[in-house]
């Protein structure tokens, strides 16, 4: 886990509020940046799992280099 993954679940949980907030205002505008949101937060934890996979990656090319 990294910092783009707080991010991301950060903005989730602020697209679901802003969302039901939008949705019980009756706040159409609202209700769908809170549905963008969550879309933005999904492509932010794609992207914080991408970093991951390259860590681990560079890491274990790294750790086997040290090793021979």
């Known amino acids: ?31 769908a940046e809170g549905v963008g949101d969550q879309i933005k937060a999904k492509i932010e934890n794609a992207y914080g799992d991408v970093k991951d996979a390259v860590k681990k990656g560079v890491d274990k090319v790294l750790h086997h280099e040290k090793r021979a």
């Open 1 to 31: 886990m990294n910092n783009q993954h707080v991010k991301s679940a950060v903005n989730n949980v602020k697209g679901k509020i802003k969302e039901e907030v939008g949705h019980a205002t009756g706040n159409d505008k609202q209700a």
